[in-house]
T-cell receptor, first 116, second 111 residues
Framework: GAVVSQHPSWVICKSGTSVKIECRSL??????MFWYRQFPKQSLMLMAT?????????EQGVEKDKFLINHASLTLSTLTVTSAHPEDSSFYIC????????????FGPGTRLTVT | DAKTTQPPSMDCAEGRAANLPCNHSTISGNEYVYWYRQIHSQGPQYIIH???NNETNEMASLIITEDRKSSTLILPHATLRDTAVYYC????????????FGTGTRLKVLA
């Protein structure tokens, strides 16, 4: 199999604080990981692509200083939402591929962030 | 911008085939078409993918037109558990391979 987990599954934080979301590939090494954001009743929007050991590539319009991505190992990527505000409340989903050009992305179960 | 367009919603009777269409008229010659589905508040689940030939697996069949400008996902015998949002995705290469999600089709299977 190819299982991707995320932690936490849901989190509530106060406005102005930072929150970290972890994405792990449990039974394979992920050369590339992706972070998506999904607002209610909307589609997934790609935020950034990260490769192990290198800086993440952010999609146009995504603030790299606000959404810090670290891909320090082949099984772990983290997304830190800094100085969170209510408009950052969303469903954050990560995915991973086994090789850079792999056909399939394996998705995590998602993390629901609520900023109060 | 998304390279795919899908109807926003469809209903299908349980036990019948569900045919979900997708238009991708700007697809390039080496870009694959993928189908995923997402059940409420979960991560997307892979269904099938193809380039130009029709494909079939244990979950579904994918029919791609000869000009590759559209495709149809077929769930041969829909069940209530197939109720989900189905995304038709084109995999593009822009520095790396990545998925561009469209708006998806909300399929409701009716008992």
């Amino acid at each position: 199999g190819a299982v991707v987990s995320q932690h936490p599954s849901w989190v509530i934080c106060k406005s102005g604080t930072s929150v970290k979301i972890e994405c792990r590939s449990l039974d394979f090494q992920a050369t590339t990981m992706f972070w998506y954001r999904q607002f209610p009743k909307q589609s997934l929007m790609l935020m950034a692509t990260s490769n192990e050991g290198s800086k993440a590539t952010y999609e146009q319009g995504v603030e790299k200083d606000k959404f810090l991505i670290n891909h320090a190992s082949l099984t772990l990527s983290t997304l830190t939402v800094t100085s969170a505000h209510p408009e950052d409340s969303s469903f954050y989903i990560c995915s991973a591929t086994k090789t850079p050009g792999a056909y399939e992305q394996y998705f995590g179960p998602g993390t629901r962030l609520t900023v109060t | 911008d998304a390279k795919t367009t899908q109807p926003p919603s469809m209903d299908c009777a349980e036990g019948r085939a569900a045919n979900l269409p997708c238009n991708h008229s700007t697809i390039s010659g080496n870009e694959y078409v993928y189908w995923y589905r997402q059940i409420h508040s979960q991560g997307p689940q892979y269904i099938i993918h193809g380039l130009k030939n029709n494909e079939t697996n244990e979950m579904a069949s994918l029919i791609i037109t000869e000009d590759r400008k559209s495709s149809t996902l077929i769930l041969p015998h829909a069940t209530l558990r197939d109720t989900a949002v189905y995304y038709c995705i084109v995999r593009v290469h822009s520095g790396t391979y990545k998925y561009i999600f469209g708006t998806g089709t909300r399929l409701k299977v009716l008992a």
